[in-house]
């Protein structure tokens, strides 16, 4: 099989993986934290923070710097694989 | 890879999807540990257990960059795939998100050491702009995030590379169980630092491993899956780097 329709195969996989349950579970698909606080107050209510971050940005940037994130991240990516690619020898694609 | 694999795979994916449909949802905690929520004593350990991992990373680190200057790149691209799937706050099957860590492929590639440095830069980065995780927590998280998941993912490739020999299958697993294993960490950190009245740690660490394990079981498959997708567009292109990468991969096998 040719490496794009294995990608291809690979990445309609991951998609499934988070749309099916998107769409089949019921649930508010929040970040959890508030859940995680729930969860442990339940286990010892008397337990208090003793720390908290020093500032908390609104959530429009923080979503902002969570794609910043995975922008550089995926440009880094990009330039490497296409250094690579301009720079490998010229040999047919051996599908591992 | 046959293109009957890939279909056997698709539907190992799909079948899983269906399996854990069945589960109810519920809202989980499955990411890494707030600021303060962990005692002083607890952060301060996981602090002192992860240094020690910290700087012998760096000193493998400084070892890769001056021995082969040339897999420089490389490591870039190990610290980039982490950068991209902590970002990504996949949903899961819980009915909470919760995001892929994204250090398999290192681990794979350089071994475990480098990616206590790698991932502990994402986890920072995190801790102090997105308020996610915290400082006073991020030695637990990086010990959970930075080493032990390195540690295992590296363990299960060399592993499955002696039983099995397939290349696809063994970075798909140790990249799934590097993820996987990160939370089964986290709560085993919050169950020593939280035992539950009635049954202690281990009432306390099935109540938070439960939650951690099925939210994140299908996120690590999708890891396995970029992860292999990466190596196999990596592995397309022959260059001087990629020989000397493999070779490195090799040496550490017989070592």
């Known amino acids: ?96 | 890879m046959k293109a009957s694999q890939s279909i056997r795979l698709l539907l190992v994916v799909l079948g899983l999807v269906g399996y854990f449909l069945i589960n109810e949802p519920q809202s989980a905690y499955a990411m890494h540990i707030m600021e303060g929520f962990l005692p002083v004593g607890w952060a301060v350990f996981w602090w002192v257990a992860f240094i020690p991992f910290f700087v012998f990373g760096l000193r493998a680190l400084r070892k890769i960059t001056k021995e082969t200057p040339e897999l420089k790149l490389m490591l870039g691209l190990a610290a980039a795939f982490t950068f991209v799937l902590s970002a990504l706050k996949i949903p899961s099957v819980t009915g909470s998100s919760s995001h892929p860590t994204g250090t398999g492929l290192g681990s794979v590639m350089f071994g475990p050491l480098p990616m206590s440095v790698l991932g502990s830069i994402v986890l920072l980065f995190q801790a102090v702009l997105l308020a996610h995780g915290g400082i006073t927590t991020l030695g637990a998280n990086a010990f959970s995030m930075a080493v032990c998941g390195p540690i295992i993912g590296y363990f299960v490739y060399k592993w499955l590379m002696k039983a099995t020999g397939r290349q696809n299958l063994a970075i798909f697993c140790a990249a799934a169980l590097a993820d996987l294993s990160t939370y089964v960490v986290t709560s085993v950190q919050l169950a020593l630092a939280f035992p539950s009245e009635s049954g202690g740690f281990i009432a306390s660490f099935l109540k938070f491993g439960g939650i951690f394990a099925v939210t994140q079981i299908p996120l690590a498959i999708s890891e396995g899956l970029l992860t292999v997708l990466i190596w196999g567009w990596l592995k397309s292109h022959s260059t001087d780097e990629l020989s000397i990468l493999q070779r490195k991969m090799k040496g550490a096998e017989t070592a």
Do not use: C
């Open chain 1, 1 to 96: 099989m040719k490496l794009a329709t294995r990608n291809i195969l690979l990445l309609i996989g991951v998609v499934l993986l988070a749309v099916v349950p998107l769409i089949v579970v019921n649930g508010e698909f929040g970040g959890a934290d508030n859940a995680a606080e729930a969860l442990i107050q339940e286990i010892h209510p008397t337990y208090v923070p003793w720390f908290s971050s020093f500032f908390e940005l609104p959530a429009e940037t923080e979503s902002m710097l969570f794609a910043l994130q995975a922008a550089i991240g995926a440009g880094v990516i990009g330039y490497v694989i296409g250094y690579f690619k301009g720079k490998s020898r010229k040999k047919p694609n051996d599908d591992a």
